[in-house]
């Protein structure tokens, strides 16, 4: 049985730093492409990260280039989001997906076949 695993979410003043992670079981992350997406209150889920699995290359949307990293570590077989300067409208639920897709816009949560449950970031003073 697949399952992902987001951990790390928390409340932090702007400016602050989180660190996420997504645990994977019953599957070899390094054989998918993992993306973050995270969800505001009436809002759209939006892509964040993304990172790819034949070559490791990543992305990022706009609004978090510069201040998030995202990572993986084969051994533990967890892909981490480094968030620096964190800034109010971060404030969401992050989720961490999988998929096999190859040469679709990672942006498409649709193509994305595992996710994890979630876990909320609060950036408020």
């Known amino acids: 049985q697949v399952q992902l695993v987001e951990s790390g979410g928390g409340l932090v003043q702007p400016g602050g730093s989180l660190r996420l992670s997504c645990a994977a079981s019953?599957?070899?992350?390094?054989?998918?492409?993992i993306g973050w997406f995270r969800q505001a209150p009436g809002k759209e889920r939006e892509g964040v990260s993304c990172i790819r699995r034949s070559d490791g290359r990543t992305y990022y949307l706009d609004s978090v280039k510069g201040r998030f990293t995202i990572s993986r570590d084969t051994g533990k077989n967890t892909v981490y989001l480094q968030m620096n300067s964190l800034k109010p409208e971060d404030t969401a639920v992050y989720y961490c997906?999988?998929?096999?897709?190859?040469?679709?816009?990672?942006?498409?949560?649709?193509?994305?076949?595992?996710w994890g449950q979630g876990t909320q970031v609060t950036t408020s003073s």
């Open positions: 997906a999988a998929r096999r897709a190859y040469g679709i816009s990672w942006l498409d949560s649709k193509t994305y076949e595992y």
């Open positions: 019953g599957l070899i992350l390094d054989d998918y492409t």
